[in-house]
DNA sequence: ATTGTGGCCTGCCCGC
DNA sequence: TGCGGGCAGGCCACAA
């Protein structure tokens, strides 16, 4: 599903679509449509205005205008197209069908071409001007302190907390098990509880892990993935591996090197 | 404030 | 062969 790996494919994408201008939006679907928001005021807010700049701050993709500021989500299910162009072709729990009908928004550009979010299960969304203030460092550039932060004094689980947006942004369900079994940390582990150099390897871990799945083409590529099965073994030591609920999310771990 | 839970969305897969 | 139940997880509302 689409976490920090794979927004980061689609904003390379949307970098095709900078310097071009807006001549229309098609938002059929009002759900879709966050804050507020509605496809008559979306449109009459970026209309003619021109996208100078696509960024990503964890699982949020941002287009800047001249105008206003276009936030996109896609939940798990969602992708980007830019010109008829899939970001991600892959895409773990989503469809690869080719249905229009699943297309949210879509912003027509000047000369033909567009960007638009398909999305059939309908988990993802379109923001105005997002609160960018309200997610954490982003995982791809957090720094140790800015991790140790994010975990200290809690009670919560580390991987609940590694997910919570607000302080890590863009660690998913895969991503948060791939680092914690890298890191031999249990994800049930209270985040305040880690010791300093645990919370060094995981900061290790987290960054080395994003920086892999992104070369080696999404969230779904790592070492655990395969092994998320009732009959998986450790990639590691070869340890039937452990599913539990933890953070409200399916977990898979090793309970033999995770501590 | 913090933490946990349940619901929402709907295509897909499995078993009968 | 068709059908129905369960599943996936990001996000949010709500409760304690």
Not at 86 to 97: F, H, K, P, T, W
Not at 106 to 134: K, M, N
Request: positive net charge; charged residues 30%.
């Amino acid at each position: 599903m689409p976490e920090s790996v794979e927004v980061e494919y689609y904003r390379r994408l949307a970098d095709r679509t900078v310097g071009r201008r807006i001549t229309a939006v098609d938002a059929p679907d009002a759900w879709f449509l966050k804050g507020g928001l509605t496809g008559r005021a979306l449109a009459a807010a970026v209309t003619g205005r021109t996208i100078e700049g696509a960024r990503r701050i964890g699982k949020l993709l941002l287009l800047d205008t001249d105008g206003p500021t276009v936030g996109l989500r896609f939940g798990m299910t969602g992708r980007l197209l830019v010109d008829g162009v899939a970001g991600v072709e892959d895409l773990q729990y989503s469809s690869m069908r080719d249905e229009p009908a699943w297309d949210r928004v879509t912003f027509r550009l000047e000369g033909g071409g567009d960007l638009r979010v398909r999305d059939p299960r309908r988990l993802g969304g379109v923001l105005l001007d997002p609160d960018e203030s309200r997610l954490g460092a982003d995982v791809l550039s957090i720094t140790p302190v800015q991790l140790r932060q994010a975990l200290a004094r809690s009670t919560a689980p580390v991987k609940a907390r590694l997910m919570d947006q607000g302080r890590v942004a863009g660690v998913g369900n895969l991503i948060a098990d791939e680092a914690l079994w890298r890191a031999g940390i249990d994800p049930a582990r209270a985040a305040g509880s880690l010791s300093d150099a645990e919370l060094r390897r995981l900061h290790r871990h987290l960054r080395t892990t994003v920086d892999e799945l992104l070369s080696r083409g999404g969230s779904h590529t790592g070492d655990v993935f395969h092994a998320r099965t009732p009959e998986g073994l450790c990639p590691r030591d070869r340890t039937p591996m452990l599913r539990r609920t933890v953070g409200g999310r399916t977990t898979w771990s090793c309970p033999k090197h995770q501590r």
